[in-house]
């Protein structure tokens, strides 16, 4: 069974940083793509950053230069470095993985680490 864990997550105040960490149950270089998503109360769950196997990344456009995705091959865990950080993140952040499961595409998630940004 696929698991993934997400860690890091509090209570900054405008302009702070956080970073937060995603380990899975299985090596993270057998991932299609790892991703980050938020859902903030009242509004739809919505991709943060996105890194595919080939190393490929994709940004929120309200988070680019402020957020940066990455990975530990070594220690099977993905981070979301996030900068500057502005009452409108407070949202649960939730870690995504894909796998090729007999020739389909399967998602994963983790349960998520809340993020509030308050001052």
């Known amino acids: 069974q696929v698991q993934l864990v997400e860690s890091g997550g509090g209570l900054v105040q405008p302009g702070g940083s956080l970073r937060l960490s995603c380990t899975t149950s299985k090596s993270i270089s057998s991932f299609v793509t790892m991703g980050w998503y938020r859902q903030a109360p009242g509004k739809e769950r919505e991709l943060v950053a996105r890194?595919?196997?080939?190393?490929?990344?994709n940004y929120l456009d309200s988070v680019k230069g402020r957020f940066t995705i990455s990975r530990d091959n070594r220690k099977n865990t993905l981070y979301l470095q996030m900068n500057s950080l502005k009452p409108d993140d407070t949202a649960v952040y939730y870690c995504n993985g894909a796998l090729i499961v007999e020739e389909e595409i399967r998602g994963y998630w983790g349960r998520g680490t809340q993020v509030s940004v308050s001052s």
């Open positions: 890194i595919t196997h080939g190393g490929n990344i």
